[in-house]
């Protein structure tokens, strides 16, 4: 059975403290694994897809890599508006039709203290 | 520019009560469209998707019901809320770099 899992749960930086928040996969064959941020009362931003092991997108404070059984979401130097909740997907072969669903992450939700 | 409407953001409605949120989408045609709930500590659970007009796919057996009457408007309804159905309810749609969402509706039943 597809699955994705996230960790830490929650994670408090001080303001500079660099980190990485970690989503680990178990899916059938990957199409896509996803990055989304999500702010309290809001729907999830997209950051990055990433499609292949090796691969890496950045962002501004944010770089995403990805191996054959997980995915790194590295912070360098987080500012407190950097706090919000992480969210992982992943897109499997499984669902390679037509429907594109997803596969999420309970998510990471991160503090940062100025 | 692709956009994604939903309304209301917040909405508190008594048990056993009618619901209906809307969701459109601009700026793409023939997208795939979903509704999720999201509750605290169990992530987004999708409901419903959409890949066209009248296509409706239920993922999970549930109070609630979806209906696409066009294209790009997606109908999230209930014709009598339970307490069970608060919650944080997104509509989304995707394309191959992933998904869009919606600001979300906040529903409490009471």
């Known amino acids: 059975e597809d699955q994705v899992t996230q960790s830490p749960e929650a994670l408090r930086l001080q303001e500079g403290e660099s980190s990485s928040l970690n989503c680990s996969y178990t899916?059938?064959?990957?199409?896509?694994l996803f990055w989304y941020r999500q702010d309290p009362g809001k729907g999830p931003e997209f950051l990055f897809t990433?499609?292949?092991?090796?691969e890496e997108k950045e962002k501004e404070r944010l770089k995403a890599t990805l191996t054959k059984k997980e995915s790194f979401l590295h912070i360098t130097a987080p500012k407190p508006e950097d706090s919000a909740t992480y969210l992982c997907?992943?897109?499997?072969?499984?669902?390679?039709?037509?429907?594109?669903?997803?596969?999420w992450g309970l998510g990471t939700s991160l503090g940062v203290n100025p | 520019s692709q956009t994604i409407h939903q309304w209301p953001a917040t909405l508190v409605q008594p048990v056993g009560s009618p619901l209906s949120l809307e969701c459109t989408v601009e700026?793409?045609?023939?997208?795939?469209l979903y509704w999720y709930r999201q509750a605290a500590g169990r992530g987004l659970q999708l409901l419903f998707y959409?890949?066209?007009?009248?296509?409706i796919s239920s993922e999970v057996p549930q109070n609630l019901s979806a209906s696409r009457p066009q294209d790009r408007q997606f109908i999230l309804s209930s014709k009598k809320l339970l307490l069970s159905d608060s919650g944080f309810y997104l509509c989304?749609?995707?394309?191959?770099?992933?998904?869009?969402f919606g600001s979300g509706t906040r529903l409490t039943v009471v």
């Open positions: 899916v059938s064959g990957l199409r896509g």
């Open positions: 989304a749609w995707s394309s191959r770099w992933g998904y869009t």
């Open positions: 700026g793409t045609s023939n997208p795939n």
């Open positions: 997907a992943v897109h499997s072969v499984t669902n390679a039709g037509n429907n594109r669903k997803l596969i």
């Open positions: 959409s890949v066209g007009i009248g296509q």
């Open positions: 990433l499609y292949s092991a090796g």
